[in-house]
C-alpha cells in the first residue's frame, strides 16, 4: 500500500467509525426510548426519540467519548494533538474566532428565512438542553469529536495525501455538511465546516476549532432556550436581515483574508505523527 493509499484508508476508516457511532448511538436511544413497549410486547416507535430526546445525547455522549480514545489509540490522530503553540500565536487566535463568527451569523441571518426543513431536530436539541449530560453531548463532547473527526482526522489527512489546502478545506467541509441530514442545518454547515476549516488549516491546532465549535454550539443551545428562529425576521424584516446578515458574511471571509494573510504559518501537521 502506498503512503496516499495509506491515508485514504484512514480517512474511509474514520468515516466508517464516525457512522458506526451515529448509527448504534441512535439505535441504543431507540430501544432505551421505547423500553416499556418492548417489556409489553409493543413494537418500537420511531417518534419516542422526539418524545424522550434525552437518550440521544446520552448515547452520543458516551459514543463520541469512546470514538476519540479509539483514533487516539489506532492513530487515526496525532498521538500529540495539542502541541505547544509559537510565542504570539493566542494573540492572533483572536482575530480568527472573530472572523469565524462574522460568518457564523452572517450565514444563520441569510438562510433563516428560507424556512428550510430540520427534519424535527431543533425539537430534539430543545429535548435534550435540559439534561445534564445531553447540555455537555451538544456543547462540549459533540464540537470535540467532530474536530477530531473532519480536521484533526479527514482534513489533515487529505493535505498528508497532497490534496491541496483549499480543496481539503473543501472537502471536510462537504462531508461535514452532508452528515447534519437535513436541509436546515446541512447549508449552514458547509460555510461552518468551511470556517472551521480555515481555522484549522492556519494553525494546524485542533484547540482554535475546537473553541470556536464549542463557542459556537454552545451559543446555539442557549438561544434555542431563549427565543423562537423566526424572531429576528419578525422584528426587522425579511429583506433587512438578509442584507444585514450578507454584510456579516462578506466581512467574516474579508477578516478570514486578512488574518490568512497577516498570521504566521504554521508547518502542517503530519498525518503519521
Not at 467509525?17 to 416507535?45: E, R
Not at 500565536?89 to 452572517?106: C, D, E, K, M, S
Not at 475546537?210 to 429576528?232: G, I, K, P, R, Y
Request: proline share 4%; charged share 10%; aromatic share 12%.
Amino acid at each position: 500500500m502506498t503512503e496516499k493509499q495509506s491515508y485514504v484508508a484512514k480517512i474511509a476508516i474514520i468515516i466508517g467509525l464516525y457512522l458506526i457511532v451515529q448509527v448504534l448511538a441512535g439505535a441504543v436511544a431507540l430501544v432505551a426510548g421505547n423500553w416499556n413497549n418492548l417489556m409489553a410486547g409493543l413494537p418500537l416507535d420511531q417518534k419516542a426519540l422526539l418524545a424522550d430526546a434525552r437518550w440521544v445525547g446520552i448515547a452520543l455522549f458516551f459514543g463520541n467519548l469512546i470514538m476519540m480514545v479509539l483514533m487516539w489509540v489506532f492513530r487515526l490522530v496525532r498521538r500529540n494533538f495539542l502541541p505547544t503553540p509559537p510565542a504570539g500565536t493566542l494573540h492572533g487566535w483572536g482575530w480568527g474566532i472573530v472572523a469565524f463568527f462574522l460568518v457564523v451569523f452572517g450565514v444563520n441571518g441569510v438562510f433563516s428565512p428560507l424556512d428550510l426543513s430540520d427534519g424535527g431536530t431543533t425539537q430534539m436539541f430543545q429535548g435534550m438542553a435540559d439534561n445534564p449530560i445531553c447540555f455537555l453531548s451538544l456543547t462540549l463532547i459533540g464540537p470535540i469529536a467532530e474536530e477530531f473527526v473532519f480536521r484533526e482526522g479527514i482534513q489533515r489527512h487529505l493535505v498528508a495525501s497532497k490534496v491541496p489546502i483549499k480543496w481539503a478545506i473543501i472537502i471536510s467541509a462537504a462531508l461535514f455538511s452532508v452528515i447534519h441530514l437535513n436541509l436546515a442545518q446541512s447549508v449552514p454547515a458547509f460555510f461552518l465546516g468551511y470556517a472551521l476549516g480555515l481555522l484549522y488549516a492556519r494553525t494546524g491546532d485542533i484547540r482554535l476549532s475546537v473553541a470556536a465549535h464549542v463557542l459556537n454550539n454552545t451559543l446555539a443551545v442557549l438561544l434555542f432556550q431563549v427565543s423562537e428562529t423566526d424572531d429576528l425576521t419578525k422584528i426587522v424584516g425579511v429583506y433587512l436581515l438578509v442584507a444585514l446578515s450578507s454584510v456579516l458574511l462578506i466581512s467574516g471571509f474579508l477578516l478570514f483574508s486578512y488574518w490568512w494573510k497577516k498570521s504566521e504559518p504554521q508547518k502542517n501537521p503530519s498525518a503519521i505523527e
